[in-house]
Antibody
């Protein structure tokens, strides 16, 4: 079965960076796009960007594009999201999610369990 | 960016009730509208794509309708496992955006 398993919770100080991993299994990793979505406490969902796991192409939300980097390791079937220059407003649960279509249609069928990132001095 | 506005933000209903949630887009998005269910402390669950197509395994009591800017999610007979927060999402263009959510609570 398709599974996306994320790395554990992180605590960072303002100005630091954090890298979250998303290890996939149960399907052909390079055939699907992986998205990253975050959810601040009590808030809605915010799309951050995607990576085409096959060719490595990426697209980021303009709000975050100066601070976010999404990468992948095809040998490990794993995607990564790194966010730099952290602020308190970046405190959120970060999710990876697989695109529903192998050709990318920008909706999400399988999700990781979420990784809580807390930014606090 | 396309803004997605859901109403109501919360509602109270009883088991067996018919529930309708509305989602409005700030511009026409055709049929590029999807719905997710999120239970407390868990990742969202994919329910409906392209306005009205149910993802595999989703009960038939869920249905969606609409086009352009106005969309609805209907639960025909609310079940105990349906108490959750529901989000609409547009995939018409980037940035992909979600509605603010509708929390369905037990009356």
């Amino acid at each position: 079965q398709v599974r996306l398993v994320q790395s554990g919770a992180e605590v960072r100080k303002p100005g630091a960076s954090v890298k979250v991993s998303c290890k996939t299994s149960g399907y052909s990793f390079i055939s699907y796009t992986i998205h990253w979505v975050r959810q601040a406490p009590g808030q809605s969902l915010e799309w951050m960007g995607w990576i085409n796991a096959g060719n490595g192409n990426t697209k980021y939300s303009q709000n975050l594009q100066d601070r976010v980097t999404i990468a992948r390791d095809t040998s490990a079937s794993t995607a990564y999201m790194e966010l730099s220059s952290l602020r308190s407003e970046d405190t959120a649960v970060y999710y990876c999610a697989r695109d529903w279509c192998s050709s990318r249609c920008d909706l999400f069928d399988y999700w990781g369990q979420g990784t809580l990132v807390t930014v606090s001095s | 960016d396309i803004q997605m506005t859901q109403s109501p933000s919360s509602l109270s209903a009883s088991v067996g009730d018919r529930v309708t949630i509305t989602c409005r887009a700030s511009q026409s998005i055709g049929k590029y509208l999807n719905w997710y269910q999120q239970k407390s402390g868990t990742a969202p669950n994919f329910l409906i794509y392209s306005v009205s197509s149910l993802e595999s395994g989703v009960p038939s009591r869920f249905s969606g309708s609409g086009s352009g800017t106005d969309f609805t999610l209907t639960i025909s007979s609310l079940q105990p496992e349906d108490f959750a927060t529901y989000y609409c999402q547009q995939n018409y263009n980037a940035p992909l955006t979600f509605g603010g959510g509708t929390k369905v609570e037990i009356k």
